[in-house]
């Protein structure tokens, strides 16, 4: 009966573990990646009452051992990891699931832990980090000469640094011209030519826009594409950023051509030439009758605010000295306008008076100086009042003649030299590339030879079918930029933080477009990425791909390899020990961690970011498991009962 009683002990206590397990694992219903354990139960060595004997010579049967059992304990307890729970979708770029038995490796400063719970964020320190215990997660590394990952022993990936924060730039190195150049475009046809524009990167990440001009040619199916300038992103020419003469002096782009043309010039009107004596050069003089501005080479500074240009009457010249007298009337208005003078009407009748600064201008005096007239070389000054508070003023003044002028007979006319490309007609003098050479007869007129030069690429398109034949013979051309320059100071500057850009020419077409042109220049090869050139680009996310690669994502178009999340595999993952906050530790049943691990996708499993692995625990398993457990702990104390009911029996015998 104590065996018995005995045994019932041992059930009870079996089954009590065994409840214990079930209570956790229905604890840890929504715990994530919590992996549930079950019990195993074995029965207790047996004691034996009589042994067993074998068959006899003379026919008697053999007899079994008598045996009776001591009760029963807990066999084993085992983790069911190969179950995966289901997944919950988060959203957090950061929430990894993990397929397979492989677990992820942390650390939590003395030493690498494993878990199935990939709920991990970047911490102030930049390394990404378990929520829950802010353990480190252990990965590999980029091996910053190749830029590969380089699988070593696995360390903590530091993912949020300075350097990540930003991604360099990227110079344009190449450029597509496409689209349709139509015959019939006014603007390929007019002098400024059909217009593109092409906007790149230097080393440095600044942008610029090349202007392009398309010109049409006297044969069909040919145009001349020339370069116009380049501006910065401020719109200044890089001619006067770097203080230089020309553009080609920092960029070439195609070939240097001459035009030369031949035309008959004639005097424009007004215009007179002198023959040179021995050799010398002629001279071209017009007659100007009170021009100020081409007259004086001072009218512009000394002019007195409020004055018209043709207010000023040019009456002597003496010593290269031209005297005007001027005069104006201004209202009240607009001297408060100018001058900043008020005017306040008198009362009944009594004159008005005009002030500055709270003083009254009564003298001439007075007048210049609220003027402003003190430098303005004033010979003669009066001033007029009005009832309604006009004024009107008259000045003589002096001014400087421009060399060459003289007065003709003591009139207010007077002759000028001029320079000789400005005294035909129809001379496009703000042409820079245009140079004019004069054979000038004794009359004056002359036979002009005008000579072009461009620089610019021949593009050429097949006239029979419209496609593209080629651009100065090839397929391409290049804008070339020189590695330094010297600007009109003496400096050499470095211009290394351009490259050289590629342009390919060959889908443009020469269709017919309704009259309306749309060929244009982009960025880029022909694939549309291929040396596109890219800004500074600025962190805007970071990811973790299916393999466990962490990459940061830039504003420029970046992506940069920041690390790679390890992976630990076991032979016996059931072996490992559980510690808490959803970690284990190797133990001798489980096998070791060779401290470097392996890439996820080697045995073909993968990380799903934006998800969770939740707790594989089955309810319904562990309630069914919760009442075969009740009733065999039931059963057990019934043991127990009835032993002691039998106990008791047996003593009330001596009554």
């Given at each position: 009966?104590?065996?018995?009683?005995?045994?019932?002990?041992?059930?009870?206590?079996?089954?009590?573990?065994?409840?214990?397990v079930i209570g956790n694992n229905i604890a840890n219903v929504n715990t994530v990646a919590f992996k549930s354990s079950s019990t195993a139960?074995?029965?207790?060595?047996?004691?034996?009452?009589?042994?067993?004997?074998?068959?006899?010579?003379?026919?008697?049967g053999g007899v079994n051992a008598k045996q009776i059992g001591l009760g029963v304990t807990t066999a084993s307890t085992s983790v069911n990891i190969a179950t995966p729970g289901s997944t919950q979708t988060t959203g957090d770029g950061f929430d990894l699931a993990i397929t397979g038995d492989s677990f992820f490796v942390v650390n939590n400063g003395s030493q690498n832990l494993f878990t199935k719970a990939g709920s991990f964020y970047v911490d102030g320190a930049g390394n990404l980090a378990m929520k829950s215990t802010g353990y480190n997660v252990m990965g590999w590394q980029v091996d910053p000469n190749t830029g590969d990952i380089r699988q070593d022993t696995v360390s903590p990936l530091r993912i949020m640094t300075e350097a990540n924060l930003t991604s360099p730039p990227e110079a344009t190195t190449n450029a597509v011209c496409g689209g349709v150049l139509d015959r019939n475009s006014t603007a390929v046809n007019s002098d400024a030519g059909?217009?593109?524009?092409?906007?790149?990167?230097?080393?440095?990440?600044?942008?610029?826009?090349?202007?392009?001009?398309?010109?049409?040619?006297?044969?069909?199916?040919?145009?001349?594409?020339?370069?116009?300038?380049?501006?910065?992103?401020?719109?200044?020419?890089i001619v006067d950023v770097y203080n230089v003469t020309q553009l080609s002096d920092i960029v070439s782009f195609g070939d240097q051509k001459t035009q030369v043309e031949q035309v008959r010039g004639y005097l424009k009107t007004g215009v007179t030439y002198t023959p040179g004596v021995g050799g010398a050069a002629g001279t071209y003089r017009k007659e100007l009758t009170f021009p100020s501005g081409e007259l004086c080479t001072d009218f512009d500074t000394k002019k007195v605010p409020g004055f018209a240009d043709d207010s000023y009457k040019f009456t002597s010249a003496t010593g290269g000295q031209v005297l005007s007298h001027a005069t104006t009337s201004l209202s009240s208005d607009k001297m408060e306008e100018l001058y900043g003078v008020i005017y306040v009407a008198g009362q009944n009748g009594a004159e008005g008076k005009y002030y500055k600064n709270g003083q009254e201008l009564t003298t001439a005096a007075d007048w210049q100086n609220a003027m402003g007239l003190g430098n303005a070389q004033i010979a003669n000054f009066q001033f007029t009042k009005a009832t309604d508070g006009t004024m009107t003023f008259e000045l003589d003044q002096t001014f400087t003649l421009v060399q060459g002028a003289t007065q003709v007979g003591g009139t207010n006319t007077f002759n000028i030299e001029i320079p000789q490309a400005e005294a035909y007609n129809d001379l496009d003098l703000s042409d820079p590339t245009k140079n004019y050479e004069f054979d000038v007869a004794p009359t004056g007129d002359a036979m002009i030879t005008i000579r072009t030069v461009t620089t610019g690429n021949l593009l050429r398109f097949d006239p029979d079918s419209g496609l593209f034949m080629s651009i100065n013979g090839m397929d391409r051309v290049t804008l070339d930029f020189n590695e330094n320059v010297t600007d009109l100071l003496g400096n050499n500057l470095s211009l290394r933080s351009f490259s050289d850009i590629a342009m390919d020419f060959t889908t443009t077409k020469w269709y017919d477009n309704g009259g309306s042109s749309t060929m244009g220049l982009d960025p880029g090869d022909l694939d549309g990425m291929t040396g596109k050139g890219k800004k500074m680009g600025d962190l805007i996310g970071l990811s973790v791909s299916n393999d466990g690669t962490i990459w940061a994502s830039y504003d420029n178009g970046n992506t940069t390899l920041l690390g790679q999340i390890a992976v630990a595999v076991f032979p016996n993952p059931s072996g490992l020990e559980k510690l808490g906050e959803?970690?284990?530790?190797?133990?001798?049943?489980?096998?070791?961690?060779?401290?470097?691990?392996?890439?996820?996708?080697?045995?073909?499993?993968?990380?799903?970011?934006?998800?969770?692995?939740?707790?594989?625990?089955?309810?319904?398993?562990?309630f069914t498991e919760m009442i075969t457990t009740q009733r065999g702990f039931q059963a057990n104390s019934r043991i127990i009962t009835t032993s002691d009911t039998l106990l008791e029996e047996l003593i009330n015998l001596k009554r």
């Open positions: 009966m104590m065996r018995a009683m005995y045994a019932g002990v041992a059930g009870l206590k079996t089954h009590q573990t065994k409840m214990d139960f074995s029965e207790l060595m047996y004691q034996n009452v009589s042994g067993a004997s074998g068959p006899t010579a003379n026919g008697r059909y217009a593109m524009s092409l906007n790149f990167y230097d080393a440095l990440g600044y942008e610029y826009t090349a202007k392009f001009a398309v010109k049409a040619t006297d044969t069909k199916g040919e145009y001349n594409v020339e370069l116009v300038d380049i501006q910065d992103s401020n719109g200044t020419s959803n970690c284990y530790q190797t133990t001798l049943n489980s096998g070791d961690f060779d401290g470097i691990g392996q890439d996820i996708s080697a045995d073909g499993g993968k990380m799903t970011s934006g998800v969770l692995e939740m707790s594989n625990v089955d309810l319904s398993t562990e």
